[in-house]
């Protein structure tokens, strides 16, 4: 079985198609293949409120050639999904259907709430018997999602990413309001509080660091490594860090929301399983397509 997963989100879009193997209960997903393409349609929504022109030329090649990679690889199944940027804009449903009519593929624009629950089939194998505290920053909002175990207790979408541009007093006003609401949720109560990371910020982050795949890192190891970009220009970051341009001026203001989180909830560490929304999609096809539950799962790399 292959499945084919696309993220529209407001500073990227990605597509990842993968194999399934199936032995018993477990089930294993070998990544065939991933794109990333840097379209920031955050830029038009969260400027002028809706999706321009020029941008949908762009935005109508992209999906023309994901739906025929699709097509090539031969998928028994996809789900193409949007999120803050397509739901937010204006024209966003009316560009889905013209991106239907004209290449044939199907875009979902999904609301916060549905997004959080479709991150949490990428991070559940990652959780245990502890209380967790997901953070994902992406380009045109936030999603704080509350765990015990491996049980979904609250969640929250809040207008605020790395592309989304907020006036300073706008910005203060909304981290008041994430900490109002993580107090709610009765989590700051507890004093072993694991938080997890997803976003291409955070991952990139923890590359810079050096550390294994799957680790953590400390709440000190992220600030420190917040102000070691820091000190780089944007041009200093992608020439001599190595950083993509749409993420080398974005990666500041993201880190900034997962150090501000940590803070509130007093999380003293952070593992980064660098998982995303596309994975979340993947196994929820899986999971639609076939009816079976993922007791156990694994990555395999690419050959």
Known sequence: MKLAAIDIGSNAIRLQIVKVFEEKKLVSFKRLQFLRFPLRLGHDVFEDGKISKET?????????????????????????VATSAMREAKNGRAIRDHIEQTTGLKIEII?????????????????????????????????????????????????????????????????????????????MEDRNITAIGTGGNINKLFKISNKQKGGQLAFAELRALRAYVDEYS??????????????????????????????????????????????????????????????????????
């Open 56 to 80: 949908l030329q762009k935005f109508t090649k992209l999906m023309a050639t994901f739906k025929n990679l699709i097509d090539l690889y031969e998928v028994d199944g996809y789900n193409a």
């Open 111 to 187: 609301s916060g709430r549905r997004e959080a629950k479709v991150l949490y089939k990428a991070i559940i194998p990652f959780l245990k018997k502890h209380t967790y505290l997901h953070i994902d920053v992406g380009g045109g909002s936030t999603e704080l999602n509350v765990f015990k175990g491996k049980k979904l207790i609250n969640s929250k979408s809040f207008r605020i990413g790395s592309v989304r541009k907020l006036y300073k007093e706008e910005r203060i006003e909304t981290f008041k309001r994430m900490k109002s609401w993580l107090a709610e949720t009765g989590i």
């Open 234 to 303: 944007i041009s200093e970051r992608v020439s001599l860090l190595k950083m993509n341009p749409d993420r080398a001026d974005v990666i500041i203001p993201a880190s900034e929301i997962y150090i501000k989180v940590m803070n509130f909830a007093k999380s003293d560490h952070i593992m980064v399983p660098q998982v995303g929304l596309k994975d979340g999609v993947i196994y929820e096809l899986y999971e639609n397509l076939t009816h079976n539950d993922r007791s156990e799962i694994e990555v395999l790399d690419e050959d």
